[in-house]
C-alpha cells in the first residue's frame, strides 16, 4: 500500500496511486483505459508523418512544389488548432463522451488516410488534409484531461510523456517505412500511395479484399475506445450535474478568463513561437535527400529522430517529475526542465542544417546530432506544459484550456512549413524539381539544399530563442497560480483530502522489468 502523496513510480504510464474510494476504478480498468490512449497516440503519430515523409514522392509524382505541399500542412494544421477548442467545449460541457469522441477521431483518420492514397490533383490533397485535421484535434483535449482524471498532479509528467512516446513511436515507424518505399512503384502503384495505405490501418494492400480491411480496422479501434475506455465516477467530465446551458458569449468569456492565469498566458506566448520549428521541420526528409543521402538513409536518420524523440519525451517526464517531487524546486522544476530543453535544442539545429556539409559526408555528424536533438528537444510539451496547465486550471475546464492552447500554438505553427518554403524559394533560389532526384543535375541539388538548410536554420533557431526567454517567466508564473487556484476551489466548496491522498493505495496492474515498452 502506497503512503500518502507517494508518487515514486509509474510504470507503463500507468500510476502507483489512485483513488480507494469504492467508486472508482479498478487497477485493470485504469490500466486499460491508459493503454487505449497511448494506442490512439500511435495512430495520430503514424497520420501525421505519412505527408512530411512522402514531400518528395509528391513533387515526383504530382508535380507539386514545395509552396504547394506546405499548404497542404497548412490546412490541416490550421483546422487541428480551430476543432481543438470545439472538441473541448463538447467534452467539458458533457455534450459528448471522451469515448465518442476519440471513436469518431479514429473513424475519421481511417476513412481520410485511404481517400489520400487516391488523390491525384492538388486540390483534393488540400479539401482532404483539412478534413484530417478535424479528426486529429479530438485527441490532445481528450487526452489532456482523461490522464488528468486518472493521475496524481506529481506523476502527471510521466503519464503525459508515455503518451508522447508513443505517438512519436507512429511517426517513426511511418517515417522509416514510408520514406523508403514512397519513391518505388509497388503492385503497379507509387509506394507513397500504398504508404497511405498501409497506415490508414497497419495491413498491407495485397489485394482490394486487403485496401478495404485497413478502413474497417481503424473503426475497429474506435470502437475499441468507445467500448473500453473508463472514467472515475468522480471526474469532472462524468458529473452532469455541474454542466448548465452553453453558449457562444458563455463559452467566449470562459476562454478570455482563462488568460488572467499568468501561467496559462506564458504557456500560450512560448509555444506559439516554440510549435514553428516542428512543422518546419516537415522539410528535413527532403533536405536530406537533396543532400545526396540515399532515401533508405534519409528514412533511417529521420527514424532515428523519432526513435530518440519517443525516448525523450518519456525522460522530459520523468526529469520534470523529479525535479516536482524535491520541496525547494516544486515549483522551479518544470520550468529549469523546459529551458534546459531548448537550451540545447538551439545549438545542435544550427549545427545539423547550416554547419553540417550538405552531402554524404554529412551522415555520420546527421546521425550523432538527431540522436542528441531526439533526446533533448522534446520535454516540454509532455513533462512541462500539460502538467502545469492542469494544476492552474479548474477540473473542468481542463478540456478546453489545451484546446484554446492547441488553437493558439496550432495557428502559428501551421506558418513553419510555408515559412521554410518562403524563405527557400524567394531568398535562397530553391528550384522545384518533377524529375527523380537521381536525375536532377549535380548544381541543382546543391542549390536545393542549401536553400532548404538556410531556410530551416532561421525558421528553427529565432523561434526557439524567444520561446527560450518565456519559459523563465513561469519561474514566478507557477506557484502563484496554483495557489491562486486551491484559494479559489477552497471557496467554492468543502475542504477536501489533498489531491494525492485521493490517489492511494491502488498497486500498479504490471510493472515494466526493462527493455523496450512497446
Known sequence: MARKGSTDHLRFGVPDTAPVKPTDLSAREISITLSMIYAVSFFEGADMQLLPASFRALEGDLGLSPTTLAASSLMQTLTCATFSVFWGVLLDNGILSPQQVLFSGCSGWGVLTLLLASITDTSWILVLRLFNGIALATLSPTTQTLIADLTPPQERGRAYSWSGFSMAMGCMSTAMITTTISQRRIFGLYGWRVAFGIAAGLNGPDSERDILGVGIL????????????????????????????????????????????????????????????????????MFLQYSGVPDLTAGCISGLMLLCGSFGALLGGYIGDGLTKHPLSRFQGRPFTA??????????????????????????????????F?????????????????????????????????????????FGGPLVALVSEAFFGYKTQRIPINQVPEDIRKINADALGNGLTLVCCIPWTICLIFYTALHWTYEADHVALQKKQEMHRPPSTDEDEDFEGLRPPFTWTGGSPC
Open 218 to 285: 481503424s473503426i475497429f479501434l474506435g470502437y475499441a475506445v468507445k467500448k473500453l475506455v473508463r472514467l472515475p465516477t468522480d471526474s469532472h467530465i462524468a458529473d452532469e450535474t455541474m454542466y448548465g446551458s452553453i453558449s457562444f458569449s458563455k463559452e467566449l468569456r470562459t476562454v478570455m478568463s482563462f488568460f488572467e492565469v499568468w501561467t496559462f498566458s506564458v504557456i500560450v506566448l512560448q509555444g506559439c513561437f516554440a510549435c514553428i520549428p516542428w512543422t518546419a521541420m516537415s522539410f528535413a526528409t
Open 339 to 372: 529551458q534546459l530543453s531548448v537550451c540545447i535544442s538551439i545549438p545542435v539545429a544550427l549545427l545539423y542544417y547550416h554547419f553540417v556539409p550538405h552531402s554524404p559526408e554529412g551522415i555520420p555528424y546527421w546521425t550523432g546530432l538527431v540522436v542528441v
Open 374 to 414: 531526439g533526446l533533448c528537444a522534446t520535454w516540454c510539451d509532455y513533462g512541462v506544459n500539460r502538467p502545469m496547465l492542469s494544476e492552474v486550471v479548474a477540473p473542468q475546464h481542463r478540456a478546453r484550456i489545451l484546446g484554446v492552447l492547441c488553437a493558439a500554438a496550432g495557428t502559428a505553427a501551421a
